[in-house]
Structures are given as structure tokens and as C-alpha cells.
RNA sequence: CGGGGUAUAGCACAGUCCGGUUAGUGUACCUGCUUUGGGAGCAGGGGGUCGCAGGUUCGAAUCCUGCUACCCCGACCA
């Protein structure tokens, strides 16, 4: 498996889906395009749902839920929304089956047609700005700072497990401000806490950005975006947050009486970060031997193996480790203890390498003699033999060293895959033989992105919120460019 | 929807070109003994309508025809 990581020739969709399977993550199911999350890996969605939805808590947000189907004339409110939308669709049109009067099992009943097709949401703005019509009157009903987790469904032409499935889990935001300057605040707000949440949880260094017109939600007028790189070098969108204006307020007419008393329309955001997020955990640290996990999302941040002959010894190693076990949960550190018998020391190592697990104690008679364990790191693959005593600090303390190491290791290589160019050639020979960001000026025109796009395959990837003014010339174009943008190739 | 590929044991594959013993290998599984500090060893065992339907032939996993499913590339991807 070694040579396919690492070798950018490869088949990259192929390692990935080898690797996912194999450390237990998600399998294919038998329905196309969809994913089967096994539960190893939903525990790791799950360590990341707990943590932005304290974040999202924290910053004044609260969760609720609407439904799965939205009626078809929803869609045709908003003129680019469901320009964006309507080429990927799963649409309901019947409610009912029946048995086949020539006995080829069950079939669709057509008179149980429905009257008004029903989409199963690949978004839900429309039926939430359709509710919140009836919730906001007033200023003092303002801001409206709503989250939903849910699962939504696109029909794409084209699957890629966790980066590109049929349904998806994610969580959406939706969010109502009397004033434009609150809600560009709000936009602004979400997509710095996704940078936070991507940079300091999952460990993964992102450019936050706008994006072009060209790569801009369907119905925004703004696009926030964290972009992340990838270890072969391509681009992945992580989050986004779109700043809607009043577009949405005037397709479902949603206004409010003002402090002075006038009508006005209520300016919006929607937000979100998806199952997406799992893919880009394991392409931005994974290495030959499976998994890296970053112990703030680890499902277990350390496991222990016990190493033992005879049942007496498996006795007293697990006396030694209920100790340990002890002390890490009074710190909050989680484990696992594998005192199964069926698997031998050997095997158990490889299984949670493959897993990621960040931390590995292994205790075994040489370590009940001399009051030790062996400590091995996942981030490093090394190992070290350490006193039992004060054992606890001595994780936590690693926990953090890994943490931050996981970060720093995909910073220095990101940042190395940061090419700045001045020329179409140079551009072009980047794309081709290095990857990774590639910083260049662009004439600012959607002609030149699109042109740009079909001749090479990539596309803005963001124009970073943190930029150095610069006069220059489009690499494309020879037009004048104020700034440098990010293209890459993406997924 | 275009181009390419695959279908044989739970999983991964060989065998197909050039038809011919009882369809094989790895792994997983079951039994026993020995093992256990980096995916254990030996011995024995169970598991297959060779994707489906036709055809050619004394004889088909293998040749022919049709169908189906899946994978990869492309179009698509707020």
C-alpha cells in the first residue's frame, strides 16, 4: 500500500477507498453514490459534531429541525437558487406501492400520484425561509440564529466516497439580521469559527478566502470558504458561509417593522460543514500505516495491550492497568483496554496504527518487574519505555505534543505547496508537476477563470481574506490585477 | 450519456488467449497442539449453481450471442 500514498501517479480515490475500508471507516453500500458510516467511524463524526455545536452554542446559536421535503414550487422562489440546484435533485412523486397484477412483485401504484412533487432537500433554505416568514415580525424578533444538523441528498453525476457521496450529513446554519453589516458580521463569524474548528480540532491548516463569482453558492451574494490541502496536492473546500443579502428575504417575503417603524427586508446567512470534513481528516494525515487521528477527535485517544503467557500474568497486568485506567479517566483521556484473547500483541499494534489511535501503552511482565510501560506515538511511530508513576501526566502532556505536531507537520507541507507565478507557463507547469496552491494574478473576470478552467482543470480556489496589495499582471489576460489569488486543482 | 475495464469461496485473486482429471491460491473461518514485546507455526477440516439466460461441442469458468451489475476516466459538482 506504501507506494500508492505517497506517489501522486497513483490512483488517489483508489488508496483512499482501500484505506477507509480497511481502517474500518465506511464501506460502499449497495445503494449508488450513498455511504455506510461503520461505527468507528461515526464516533469520529460524532466527536466533531460535540464540538462545533458548542461552538456554534457559544457563539449564540440553537439547534432545530425542519422537514426532509420541500414542495417543488419552494425551489422556483429563488430564481439562481434553483438554477444551482435543479440538475441534482432527488424528486418524490408517488406515495405508495402495490403488489404487481401480473406477479412481478411491487410495483409503483400510479394512482397514488402525488399532486405537488416533493424534493428531498440537497439544501434547505428554501423551507426555512418559508417558516421564518411566520416567525419574524420584528426588529425585536431579530437576529434569528438558527442551526440544523441533517442529512441532505445531491444527485451527482459522479461519487467519491466521504468527498462527494448522494447523501451526506452535515449541519446547516440559517440565520436572520435586521442590517447588511450584522450579517456580513455573521458570515464572517462562522467561517473564522470553521477555520478554528479545522485548524486547532482537526488539525488541518486552512486558507480562508472568498470565492469568485464562478464558484459562489447558488442565491449568495457572498461565499466565505475554507480551502484545505490535500497530501497529493489538491485543493478541498472544507466549509463555507454565504452571505444571501435580501434574496431569500424578498423570494419568500420575510420583512420586519424597524425600529422606526418602516418595513424592511431581513438580510440573511446559511452556513455549513459536512461528512466532508471526515474525508479531509484522513487525506490531509494519513500515512502507509492507515490513520492519523488528532487526539481532540480521537474515538479513544489511547489504547493498552496487554502483553502476557499465562492467564495469571493477563491478572496481574490488568490490575496494574485498571491503575492506569484510573487516573487517565479522573484527567479525561479515553481508552480502550484489548485484553481480548483471540488476537495476539502483533496484530493489535497494526489494527490500531490502522485506526489512528494517537497513543499506545503496552504492558507486559518486564514492565510489572520494573514499575514501566511502552509508550508509542502514532504521529512519529516511535516508542519509548516510561515509568508507571505519574504515567497521566505523562499522556496528556503527549496528547498535546501530537496534537500540535499532527498541525504543524500538515502547516510546513502546505505551506511548501504554496507556489507564487507570474506567467501561464509557470502556472501551468506548477498544475502539472507540483500541485498545491498556486498564487497568481487574475484580470478579475469570469471569462478569464472559465478559460483558465477549461484549458488546465483548475480553478480560484479562494482570494485569501489575508493578502498583500499588489500591482501585477493576469497570467492569462496581461489585464492589470490589484492582488494574487489561489487556483489548485480540487476535489 | 460517451470511453475503458471487471464479474470465480466471507474478502483479495489465478485459471479464460489455445475447451479436456475432482476448479485452484492467499486470507478469513472451524478443531487440536505449540506460541504471545510488531499482523504466529504446524497438522487436519468446512465452504463454489465460476454474474444471469441462451447457443456451439462427446465435453464449457474457458468459444459465440444477448442481458445485468459494479468499478475507473470524462461530462456534472451550491
Known amino acids: 500500500m506504501a507506494k500508492e500514498l505517497t506517489s501522486r501517479e497513483e490512483n488517489y480515490s483508489q488508496w483512499y477507498q482501500d484505506l477507509v475500508i480497511k481502517a474500518d471507516l465506511a464501506e460502499n453500500s449497495a445503494v449508488r453514490g450513498c455511504m455506510v458510516i461503520k461505527p468507528y467511524g461515526y464516533a ?4 466533531m459534531q460535540a464540538q462545533l455545536d ?15 421535503f420541500i414542495p417543488k414550487s419552494f425551489f422556483s422562489k429563488e430564481a439562481d437558487h434553483v438554477e444551482g440546484f435543479a440538475k441534482e435533485c432527488a424528486v418524490v412523486t408517488h406515495y405508495r406501492l402495490k403488489n404487481d ?6 410495483v409503483v401504484d400510479d394512482d397514488a400520484k402525488l399532486e405537488e412533487e416533493l424534493i428531498v432537500r440537497p439544501t434547505s433554505e428554501t423551507i426555512i425561509w418559508n417558516t ?8 425585536r424578533d431579530l437576529p434569528l440564529l438558527i442551526n440544523q444538523w441533517a442529512n441532505v441528498v445531491r444527485w451527482e453525476m459522479r461519487t467519491r466516497l466521504f468527498l462527494r457521496t448522494a447523501e451526506f450529513l452535515w449541519q446547516e446554519g440559517h440565520t436572520a439580521h435586521a442590517t447588511k453589516n450584522e450579517a456580513i458580521e455573521e458570515t464572517e463569524k462562522i467561517i473564522n469559527l470553521y477555520g478554528e474548528f479545522a485548524e486547532k480540532y482537526m488539525a488541518v491548516p486552512v486558507i480562508k478566502g472568498i470565492k469568485s463569482a464562478n464558484e459562489r453558492f447558488a442565491g449568495a451574494l457572498e461565499t466565505y470558504t475554507i480551502e484545505a490541502l490535500m497530501q497529493d496536492g489538491k485543493a478541498l473546500q472544507s466549509g463555507t458561509s ?20 418602516k418595513e424592511e427586508y431581513v438580510w ?34 489511547v489504547v493498552i495491550v496487554p502483553i502476557y503467557r499465562k492467564e495469571e500474568q493477563l491478572n496481574s497486568i490488568s490490575e496494574k492497568v485498571n491503575e492506569v485506567t484510573g487516573k487517565l479517566k479522573a484527567r479525561g483521556i ?5 485484553d481480548s484473547v483471540n488476537r495476539k500483541p502483533g496484530w493489535k499494534f497494526a489494527e490500531y496504527e490502522l485506526k489512528g489511535v494517537p497513543v499506545r501503552i503496552a504492558i507486559g511482565p518486564r514492565d510489572l518487574e520494573n514499575g514501566t510501560c511502552e509508550v508509542a506515538r502514532r504521529d512519529t511511530l516511535t516508542k519509548e519505555v516510561v515509568p508507571l508513576e505519574d504515567i497521566d501526566q505523562y499522556i496528556e502532556n503527549l496528547l498535546d505534543e ?3 505536531n499532527i498541525f504543524n507537520k500538515a502547516l510546513v507541507y502546505r505551506d511548501s505547496m504554496v507556489t507564487k507565478v507570474d506567467s501561464y507557463d509557470e502556472f501551468k507547469e506548477v498544475l502539472l508537476n507540483k500541485g498545491g496552491f498556486v498564487s497568481a494574478h487574475w484580470d478579475g473576470t469570469s471569462e478569464t477563470e472559465q478559460k483558465i478552467k477549461e484549458e488546465t482543470k483548475a480553478t480560484i480556489r479562494c482570494l485569501p481574506l489575508e493578502y498583500e496589495e499588489e500591482k501585477g499582471k493576469c497570467i492569462y489576460s496581461g489585464e492589470p490585477s490589484q492582488r494574487r489569488v489561489l487556483f489548485a486543482l480540487s476535489y
Open 44 to 47: 469520529i463524526w460524532e466527536k
Open 54 to 68: 458548542s461552538m456554534f452554542k457559544e457563539t449564540g446559536h440553537v439547534n432545530a429541525y425542519f422537514p426532509l
Open 101 to 106: 397484477p401480473d406477479g412481478n412483485g411491487v
Open 132 to 139: 421564518y416568514k411566520n416567525w419574524i415580525q420584528s426588529y
Open 242 to 261: 454565504h452571505f444571501l443579502g435580501q434574496n431569500f428575504a424578498k423570494a419568500f417575503d420575510v420583512k420586519f417593522a424597524s425600529k422606526e417603524g
Open 268 to 301: 440573511a446567512t446559511s452556513w455549513g460543514v459536512s461528512t466532508r470534513l471526515m474525508g479531509a481528516l484522513i487525506m490531509a494525515h494519513s500515512d502507509d500505516n492507515g490513520l492519523v487521528l488528532p487526539p481532540k477527535l480521537a474515538p479513544y485517544q
Open 334 to 338: 479515553s481508552f480502550k483496554y484489548d
Open 402 to 404: 501530537i496534537q500540535e
